[in-house]
Every structure is written in C-alpha cells, then in structure tokens.
C-alpha cells in the first residue's frame, strides 16, 4: 500500500478515535440533560395546569353553592310567579360571559321553574345522576356524569346544589349551573403551543377517563375513554416517558400532576398529563448532531488535505531517493540525489548516500584485491620461471666479461645482458613486494624525520633537474606508530614520482599538519602536468601507468603500505597546478582512519 494511501487512512482513523466518542458522549450527555430540563417543564407546566383547573372548578362549585342560598332562591317554591328569580339567573349568566351556557332552577317534579334562557321554563329535565360528591366551605355541591359527543361542539359540566328550604326543613329544589367545558379546551389548546413544539393536555377524573383534552386528543375522540388510564404515575408529580400512541408514532415524554383541591377543598381525584413528543423535544439535539457531523465532514476534508501534504513530504523524497536507486542500478554515474522533507527522510538519504560510497569502495577494494591476486599468481609464476633462467644469464654474461679475447662489441653486449639481467631481477623483486608485502614493525616514531629523511636521499636528483623542494612542518615532532623502512618507501615513491615527471625547474612542497586529534595529515604537491580526471579512479591499480618505462606497481605498494597502517592516501589537483597526493595517518594503530 502507498505511503500516502497509509497515512491517509491513519488520519482518518485517529480523527475517528478522537472524534466519535466525543460526539457520542456530547450528544448522550445533551440529550439526557435536556430530556431532564424537558422533563422539569412539563411536570411544572401540569402542576400549574392542574392548580388552574382546580381554582376554576372551585370558584364554580363555590358560585353555584352560593347562589343555591340566597333568598330569591326561595322564589322557586312559589313557581317564581313573577318572574324575578328566571330574571336573576339570567343577570348571572350575562355577568360570567363564556363560563355558563345556563343557570336554572329545577323542583322536586324535575320541571324548570325558572332559568336564564325563558325557553326551557316548565320544561321537564331528567337528570343523568350524580357523578361527584365535592365538598366546599359550609356545604356541599355535586356534578352530575358527563354526557360528551363528538364533535365536542356542545361540552356542558352540570353543577348541581341542592336548595335549601330557608321556613322548612329539607330540600325545596335544586339549583343547576351549566359550566361550559370549552372554556378548560380553549386553556388546554392555549398550552398545548410552546416554544419547543406541540404538546399535548389531558384531564382524567379519578377513574382515568378522559374528560377534558386538547385539540389533538378531541380530534381523534378520546374523550370518556380510559386511554390514558395507565400513563398515570404513582407519584403525585413526576415524569415518565411513553410510546405515544395514540397520540403521535413517535415516543413521548409525560409530565403528570395530581389534583389537591383549592384550600383544600373540591378535591375530586382529578390529575393532568402535559405530554410532548421526543421527537419535537429532541430536535435541538438532533441540530446538534448535524452540526457534529458537518463539522467532521468538514474536520475530515481539512485532515484529508493535510495527509495529502504530509503523505507528499515524506513520500516524494523516498520517491526520488527510489527513482535515483534505480538509476544507480542501472548506472553508478548518476547524481545523488538532494533529497528535501523532513529530518528523518534526510538523514535516510544521507545514510543511504553514504551506504552506496561504502558499497563502491568496498567494489574498489574488491577489485584491487583481486588485481593483487592476480599479480601474486604472476609473482609466483615469474619468480619460479623467470629468477632461476636469469640469475643464470646474469651469471653467463659477467662470466664472459672477463675474458680477454672479447670484442667491444661483444663486450657491449655482454653488458647489455648483465643490465637488462638486472632491471628484470629488480621488476621480480617489486612485483613479490606487490603481492606479498612484509608484516610491518610498528614501532613509535617522529614522521617528520623520516620525511627529512627521504628528501635528503632524493636531494641529488632534485638538483639534477634544479627543482625545489620545499617542506613546512611543525617546529614540534610528529610521534606516530609506523614502520620505518615502508614509510621511507612510500614517501620516497611519491616524490620520485614528482621529480622524474615534473619537467626543469619545477617544484615539490611538503606540508604536514598535527592539529588532528586522530592523525596527522601529509600533502605532497607539485607544480607538473597533474592527473587527468579520468585516471584518478585507476591511479593506485596495479600495472597502471602513463609514465614511459614505468610498471605501474609503485602506486599500488605505496597504497598497500598506507593501508597496513591503517591509514588512508587520495590523489587530486594541486594548488600549484599539478597533482597533490594526501595521506592521512594515525598517530596510533588503535585508530583507523576511514
């Protein structure tokens, strides 16, 4: 999987993990807070329903009980002949507009004797039978069962008093209001609109029928019927939560009060329910939760275009340092690399940078040893086929030189064989040195001694070309661990090789430098043709060489002596113009130098 793609979906998973369950805990926590805040104003709201209600039915049970008492009342017993008592009831009706759709007055036949409507005089009334017994100051007052029809057009609570006879003992009749019930529907439709949406209102009697409702409830006729008997609660005031049905598909939150009279008076078992839908009440929470998701949406474009970004800093420089590996497959000329990003990928491409340069000088290593191989087979072969034939021509020809018959011609020749002899016997001897050099005996010596040294025995071919050769190095000796001997033949083959290739009046400078902590550092410069670019990687091979009449194998055991010393020799352009050689030595052999 892309590395992109990777942190993409991490992103996405850590703003899931953060995100999700702070949602989740958010939104429970709202909705419980605001179920209990939703709770509290319902079960407020029932209460003061429930104390409205009962100071309304008090002030009519209280009305009609008053009136019963009053001595135009009496009139009754005498068939109101005049007419003042029906006149008196209807100053009532017209005095409580709304409140009572009649007042009459009924004797012991059950004819009207006198009423505020003059239609319903000596009409014959039978009444439906007493419902509720209800108690008020100095008397009592009774409500006959209701008689309710959808669609609840006419709505009439019977309050009855009985009249008293004020010369007599007993009853001479009974005094009846007429409540309009839709003045408690008109209160009820009035509550059931709020701020957090539609609620609805219920009235049960004592049984748990339904007696008084709001629109909703008449609509779907419930009136008189026991279908909110069981939402009714065990505490006086408190809050439940329901299915709804049938008031609404969705489950509902119930605040339930019961009736305690007025003055504790007229206590009739009534209780009220102020129902509200979950779904309405909830709806800030579920704006909440919109709100939530929009903002993880959004959240999650900005997290996605910062994976985006971050994924393009980290994987476009591993991008380039992979495209650059496979050009080094294909190629190890190519460039390395300026890889960009963060910390960690640089330090990775520098260590791959420097991964690849230890591979290549392992390569080089590798090859040299091989070419060194290949040289002491050669050694081998030569020095056992080769040094035994010549020592014999040696011999033959230093034999011939002493006799006397011998022509300068052949004398000449003679002397050609004991030369070439010679040279021969002395290319054996390097190429054995080459392949098989001498263990080395480190011993604590002063390097620039041995640099003085060597220019010292090269001084007279110096002057023989008049070059100068000038050396700068500390006052203050130079004490490394060394062999002697190999470092006078290293130095002394790096500078012959500046002599005999520099033309006339050239110059050698040697300089050496202590302030290493590890090594000491020597360069050899002078001011002659210099190395070709291209032969620096093939300087130090064996057999390599441009100078005439050279074997190429000095470079190759002056390299293998640095080496044995742990140390570490490169070639490059000099700062007088020709080639600068640079060593760098230990001063101990428990260091290496890389």
């Not at 009974?174 to 408690?184: H, N, T």
């Amino acid at each position: 999987m892309p590395i992109h793609r990777i942190l993409l979906i991490s992103f996405l998973l850590l703003l899931l993990l953060a995100t999700v369950p702070i949602v989740g805990l958010s939104f429970y926590a709202s909705r419980v807070a605001l179920e209990a805040e939703i709770g509290r104003n319902l079960k407020n709201d029932a209460a003061m329903l429930m104390e409205q209600i009962d100071m309304l039915i008090f002030e009519r049970l209280q009305n009609v009980h008053s009136w019963s008492h009053l001595d135009i009342i009496q009139e009754g017993r005498i068939g109101d002949i005049d007419k003042r008592l029906a006149q008196f009831l209807g100053e009532l009706e017209r005095g409580y507009p709304g409140v009572y759709r009649n007042l009459f007055y009924l004797d012991k036949d059950n004819r009207i004797v006198a009423a505020g409507d003059p239609a319903l005089i000596k009409q014959v009334f039978q009444p439906p039978g007493d419902w509720i017994h209800a108690q008020v100051p100095h008397g009592e007052v009774f409500l006959e069962t209701l008689q309710l029809q959808p669609p609840y057009e006419q709505a009439d609570l019977l309050i009855r008093a009985p009249v008293h006879d004020s010369y007599a003992s007993g009853d001479i009749g009974q005094l009846y209001g007429v409540f309009d019930l839709r003045q408690i529907f008109r209160l009820f439709d009035q509550a059931s609109h709020s701020d957090s949406g539609e609620r609805f209102v219920i009235l049960l009697d004592a049984d748990g029928r339904t007696i008084a409702s709001s629109a909703t409830a008449r609509e779907q006729k419930l009136l008189l019927t026991d279908t909110f008997a069981g939402w009714r609660l065990a505490e006086a005031n408190g809050i439940a939560v329901h299915t709804g049905k049938p008031l609404t598909d969705s489950s509902v939150l119930v605040g339930y009060a019961v009736s305690k009279g007025y003055q504790d008076y007229a206590n009739m078992g009534w209780s009220l329910l102020v129902i509200q839908s979950t779904q309405q009440a909830f709806q800030p929470i579920w704006a909440l939760w919109w709100l939530f998701f929009a903002a993880f949406i959004t959240t999650g474009l900005i997290a996605s275009g910062v994976a985006q970004w971050v994924a393009g800093r980290v994987a476009k420089p591993l991008l380039d340092l992979t495209a650059w590996v496979r050009c080094f497959q294909k190629s190890s000329d190519c460039i390395s690399p300026a890889v960009s990003g963060a910390r960690e990928v640089r330090e990775l491409s520098s260590a791959f940078g420097q991964l690849i340069e230890d591979l290549e000088r392992s390569r080089q290593q590798v090859v040299h040893a091989a070419k060194l191989a290949v040289v002491g087979e050669m050694a081998a072969i030569m020095a056992h086929e080769v040094r035994t034939p010549l020592g014999i021509l040696q011999t033959t020809a230093q034999m011939l030189q002493w006799e006397t018959a011998l022509s300068p011609e052949g004398r000449e020749m003679t002397q050609m064989i004991a030369d070439e002899s010679t040279r021969l016997n002395r290319l054996i001897s390097t190429l054995l040195d080459c392949a098989r050099p001498r263990q080395p005996n480190m011993q604590s010596q002063d390097l620039h001694k041995i640099i003085a040294r060597v220019i010292d025995l090269l001084a007279t071919q110096a002057q023989k070309k008049s070059i100068q050769v000038d050396w700068s190095m500390p006052e203050h000796a130079a004490i490394i661990e060394c062999d002697q001997e190999l470092l006078v033949q290293v130095f002394l083959n790096l500078i012959l090789n500046a002599i005999q290739i520099i033309p006339a009046n050239g110059r050698i400078r040697v300089h050496t430098d202590c302030s290493g902590s590890e090594s000491v550092k020597i360069a050899i410069e002078d001011n002659g043709p210099g190395i070709p670019a291209d032969n620096c990687a093939r300087l130090f091979d064996p057999f390599f060489t441009t100078r005439e009449g050279g074997i190429g194998l000095g470079l190759t055991v002056t390299q293998q002596i640095v080496s044995v010393h742990k140390g570490h020799i490169s070639a490059d352009k000099s700062g007088l113009g020709g080639a600068c050689f640079t060593l760098f030595l230990p001063f101990s052999q428990e260091q290496k130098i890389c």
